[in-house]
């Protein structure tokens, strides 16, 4: 038995942040029930056509999961709707602020006649505040909450290369939602959650905005740590490695078994991290003029025998392909509308579970199935579907 087992979740969904959430429940057995614009879709369907014809946002976010189609501006969306959510455990949605008020499905509502339900929000900013009402997007979350201002070179402000906002939010949607299934197991009562890309970016700032307290925000330093050194790329006489020290013990053993100058671990300019921090081009020099020499074969072969953390600046293949990976049978094959796709599983492997890992939809794929068993006739159907209901 999956964990997740009997339960309903009715999605209003599009982009990544609620997807994201919905797909990690899916995967662990929840049935979930996507309601998609007849004719498009989510918009994220339209994207690209780098998977065989299809999004790779798509392809990504909505394995496991039940299409249908609904326009959610007619009348008769309001009785499918009605009957749908009167049999689901969680109703989340990610639409325009106020658009779920708009068409009958304001939180309050149905929070009062159907008490056991779970009602997820998830937006830019938040219900309350003065950006209660403001759209958003990825990259103006990471620019309003001051991500850009610590991500990049020194003259070059730059975004995080995926839509880290949007997973942000996701994954505290989808643990908030676990959070609440339990306290429901407990009292009887379901809840409502309001969940914030904003929110989400906020808590993983933490350490830049105490940081700040110092009264000197965090330097961007491209691929270097800005309050950590050396933590960061270094090149080699073929190439670069990037490794990271954490303690004042790593660095003494760095200079005598990596460099080889041990005299650089008594230098009093580099005897702790914030030492190290404030004369970072002066230690960067000592380090370059070492290592700079050496083939990478022998950095990393010096790195690994001191125990110092090490990595290959890898590409996007270079990951898809890594050994680790293979060695941890990770790669699965999941159906898709233009046939069998590969998919990393869940990244929490519970022991005994065997994640679901089932098809990404085609567009409205389930809805005649769906509404029959909700109780609609044939011929409501087929009307409706001539007339652009579904």
């Known amino acids: 038995m999956l964990p997740l087992d009997g339960i309903t979740v009715v999605a209003i969904e599009q982009a990544v942040a609620v997807p994201f959430a919905t797909r990690q429940l899916a995967d662990l057995g929840a049935r979930v029930i996507k309601i998609e614009r007849p004719g498009t879709g989510d918009f994220a369907r339209g994207y690209d056509t780098t998977v065989r014809g299809l999004a790779s946002h798509f392809v990504w976010l909505n394995r496991s999961k039940q299409s249908v189609t609904l326009d959610l501006k007619r009348p008769e969306a309001r009785e499918v709707m009605a009957r749908l959510i009167a049999h689901a455990d969680v109703f989340v949605q990610n639409l325009a602020p106020g658009a779920a008020d708009r068409i009958g499905l304001a939180t309050t509502d149905l929070r009062s006649t159907h008490p056991r339900l779970i009602v997820c929000g998830v937006s830019g900013y938040g219900s309350t505040g003065p950006y209660a009402s403001k759209k958003a997007y990825d990259l103006l979350i990471q620019s309003e909450a001051g991500l850009l201002s610590i991500t990049g070179t020194a003259d070059t402000p730059s975004k995080v290369g995926l839509s880290i906002a949007d997973i942000a939010g996701g994954m ?3 643990s908030g939602i676990l959070t609440a299934l339990l306290q429901r197991q407990r009292t009887g009562e379901g809840t409502t959650l309001d969940v914030s890309l904003f929110d989400a970016l906020g808590e ?24 950590i050194a050396p933590y960061g790329p270094y090149k080699t006489l073929d190439g670069q490695v990037i490794f990271g020290l954490q303690t004042n013990r790593e660095w003494a053993v760095f200079c005598t078994q990596v460099l080889r100058r041990d005299e650089l671990a008594a230098d009093e300019r580099f005897q702790s991290n914030h030492l190290r921090v404030e004369h970072r081009d002066a230690m960067n020099t000592e380090i370059d003029g070492v290592l700079g020499r050496l083939p990478t074969v022998e950095v990393v072969s010096r790195l690994d025998a001191a125990q110092i953390a090490n990595a290959r600046l890898n590409s996007v293949q270079e990951f898809i392909d890594h050994p680790q990976f293979a060695g941890r049978e990770a790669w699965r094959q999941v159906e898709s509308p233009r046939g069998p796709i590969p998919a990393l599983p869940p990244p929490v492997r519970m022991y005994g579970v065997d994640p679901v890992m089932a098809a990404i939809p085609a567009l409205g794929e389930h809805t005649d199935d769906v509404l029959s068993e909700f109780g609609f006739d044939a011929p ?3 009307r409706w579907r001539e007339a652009g209901v579904i």
Do not use: L
């Open 172 to 174: 505290y949607a989808y």
């Open 380 to 382: 409501t159907i087929a």
């Open 204 to 227: 993983w700032m933490g350490y830049a905005m105490y940081y700040t307290m110092s009264g000197v925000a965090p330097a961007r330093t491209g691929a270097s740590h800005a309050t």
